[in-house]
């Protein structure tokens, strides 16, 4: 094969310039052009300039989450990890061990910003805190939001899960469970909310509401719960409507844990097929309760898609190319009978399967 043609002098000078300014500091006065071109040729010589192809760096978008021990998190990560690959980007993966270590991430994201990345991709763990921060951040270079908002405008692009659209396919997915088994979505039904407050919780609860209200009358909503984010109140609270309510035809429990309580009461009461179940996300014992007909349906989010297209909207935005404001990245039902398709043991277990 023959050798790559050299470059002229003129082209290397203006490449080491371009790369060796913005980190160092020249006596301007006194660099003339023939002293730049015998550092240029003692960088050759000694073998340590690189290829001039490689002198071109990958831009880097850092993606910056909320807690990087957590599952959730992970998948985004891996999401980013092959948008990263795709489209040749360094993506640096950075965030706390811990979504209450506020100042943790205001610290990580001001050091992102000071490597002056093409952009940046963040989670803000509280809305208030990160609000002013980012402002700041994004007066010098573009910041995409991911999962949760903060208070701030200053996001070029916004990608999360609409939960109040969650809580409506979770009432669609409950009708149809109830109308497969009795023929028509009639009965008693119930809502068990993991936690009070929590914004994204009472979104599903607001969808779910409005969904059966709008176009499932014959569906009752018997007992609306709220519980204290721990699975053994799920349990517990599952096993009460079990006792006080003998209609019962259905239950949503909007989030993982309240999702793995509920399961568990509905296996051990044996009722899987009087009393229909939604819950939301996903890991083993979930896709175990889906697999032997306990949860009829799991309503999952895309945070894998969260962290491909957040590295994605922010390349594009680094380039001055027009991005959207918003973006939904989607919920699915899953159901046994669909489960078992790509695209839905894509959803269910993405770390697995995009070959971490």
């Known amino acids: 094969m023959a050798d790559a043609a ?19 500091k020249f006596p301007s006065p006194f ?28 831009p880097t978008i850092p993606v910056i989450v909320k807690d990087t021990t957590s599952n959730y998190w992970q998948i985004v990560f891996a999401g980013a990890r092959k948008a990263a690959k795709d489209l040749n980007v360094n993506v640096p993966e950075l965030g706390a061990q811990s979504e209450s270590d506020i100042n943790g991430q205001i610290g990580i994201l001001e050091n992102a910003v000071a490597g002056h990345p093409a952009a940046i991709v963040i989670s803000p763990t509280q809305f208030h805190a990160l609000g002013e921060p980012i402002s700041v951040a994004a007066k010098q270079v573009k910041i995409i939001g991911i999962d949760s908002a903060a208070d701030t405008n200053a996001f070029v692009s916004f990608l999360q899960t609409d939960n109040v ?3 409506r396919v979770a009432a669609d997915s409950l009708a149809e469970a109830i109308s497969a088994k009795f023929g028509k979505a009639e009965g008693d039904v119930a809502l068990i909310t993991s936690l009070p407050g929590v914004g994204s919780l009472d979104q599903r609860a607001q969808g779910f509401k409005e969904e059966l209200a709008k176009k499932y009358p014959g569906l009752k909503l018997v007992a609306d719960k709220v519980a204290d984010g721990m699975a053994t109140t799920g349990l517990n609270i599952t096993t009460d409507l079990i006792t006080a309510n003998p209609n019962l035809r259905g239950i949503f ?11 568990q009461a509905i296996g051990e009461n044996h009722v899987a097929d009087k009393i229909k179940l939604i819950g939301f996300d996903s890991d083993d014992k979930l896709i175990g309760y889906l697999k032997d007909g306990t949860i009829y349906a799991l309503i999952i989010q895309n945070p894998f898609r969260m962290g491909y297209d957040g590295v994605k909207t922010a390349l594009e935005a680094s380039q001055g190319k027009e991005v959207p404001k918003t973006v939904d990245t989607g919920v699915t039902a899953i159901t046994k009978a669909n489960m078992d398709t790509p695209e839905m043991q894509q959803l269910l277990d993405p770390l697995k399967n995009a070959g971490k």
Request: charged share 10%; net charge positive.
């Open 6 to 24: 050299l470059p002229d002098s003129n082209q290397l000078c203006g490449v080491v310039i371009s790369k060796l300014t913005p980190h160092m």
């Open 31 to 58: 660099l003339t052009r023939r002293s730049l071109l015998g550092l240029v040729g003692a960088f050759v010589a000694v073998g340590v300039a690189q290829p001039l192809s490689s002198l071109a760096q990958k």
């Open 165 to 167: 659209q969650a809580g």
């Open 253 to 263: 429990a909007s989030n993982l844990i309240m999702a793995q309580g509920a399961g």
